[in-house]
């Protein structure tokens, strides 16, 4: 997981030196592999880029919210969360594009929203540096928006083109019959019967928590979005990319769990940044498909028991 300081210090209260954070990631168990100064381009602020070993059990941590949450509790700083443009409950939503899970198991939960009279165009000079120092290539304002929300929150995201979508139907089920398909690299696909696939209708768009495909990709001409946030289970997710040897950010996410319950967030920052980025005009509510809704797990700890246990009691 790669991050900078500057971006990391926007969510919490750090006054120590790139150094101190990283000794203090290292002893908390995300061990900073590198350490590398840089300079913002349009500041010249100084800057300093990280990069630390996120063990699979910490899928948290490959958002930056995760590891703002860490400096937290390690240091006693209150976290800030980032600006959202929040949904509401306007309905018209549902007239424009309707959502079904055919298998809950697979997919616990697709949430969307829309954006419309977006302009395609390169995404400010922050954002890029910030994506292309951490390793991912700058596309577009959307594309970028999408990538940089991940970055912070953990939570993959996918734009679609509306006006490429013709039956308005997203469905999320598995391959079935359709055992070719086109990803956003331009490679076709040999699918199994049990990959994922999201469809518009019968026509599959995507290949689920993995890529894109090239018949729904967000182009100049875009004019309107659908945005995708989703949780897939990691089982199917892996199977997949293996199998396929398609290894990309979303999929090294979703591999190691993601929190079904941060779907909503990361789609309402997404679209707070394509309407700041692209003069999107979102549109009121979202679809929000939640088969079995998870319920918060609370842990009981003794303390004498954790001292006993360290051998410190």
């Known amino acids: 997981m790669k991050f900078t300081l500057n971006w990391l210090k926007e969510f919490v209260d750090f006054g120590g030196s790139a150094d101190e954070l990283s000794k203090l990631l290292t002893m908390a168990g995300l061990e900073a592999e590198s350490l590398t100064a840089l300079h913002e381009p349009e500041s010249e602020r100084e800057d300093w880029l990280f990069e630390i070993a996120v063990t699979p059990n910490r899928g948290d941590c490959l958002g930056l919210l995760g590891i703002a949450r860490e400096v937290c509790a390690l240091t006693g700083a209150r976290l800030r969360l980032p600006a959202v443009h929040a949904s509401n409950k306007d309905s018209r939503i549902h007239k424009r594009v309707s959502v079904k899970i055919e298998d809950a198991a697979q997919c616990a939960r697709y949430s969307a929203r829309i954006v419309d009279d977006v302009k395609i ?78 469809c518009d209708g019968d026509t599959p768009v995507a290949l689920a928590g993995v890529m894109g495909g090239m018949n729904s990709e967000v182009s100049e001409t875009t004019r309107s979005i659908i945005l995708e946030s989703a949780n897939f289970a990691p089982a199917a997710i892996r199977r997949t990319a293996k199998r396929l040897a398609l290894h990309s950010e979303a999929s090294h996410r979703f591999e190691r769990g993601v929190d079904p319950e941060g779907t909503l967030r990361a789609l309402d920052r997404a679209v707070r940044l394509i309407h700041e980025s692209a003069g999107g005009r979102p549109l009121g509510g979202a679809v929000d498909c939640y088969p079995e809704k998870v319920a918060p797990v609370q842990i009981r700890l003794r303390e004498q028991r954790i001292e006993k246990l360290l051998g410190i009691g």
């Open 121 to 198: 165009a390169p995404a400010p000079a922050w954002m890029r540096f910030r994506l292309e120092s951490c390793g991912i290539r700058a596309i577009n304002n959307v594309v970028d928006a999408n990538n940089y929300v991940m970055l912070e929150t953990g939570q993959p995201l996918h734009a679609f083109d509306l006006a490429r979508l013709t039956a308005k139907q997203i469905v999320v089920r598995n391959a079935r019959e359709n055992r070719k398909f086109t990803t956003l690299d331009g490679v076709e696909r040999e699918l199994a019967q049990v990959d994922l696939l999201i």
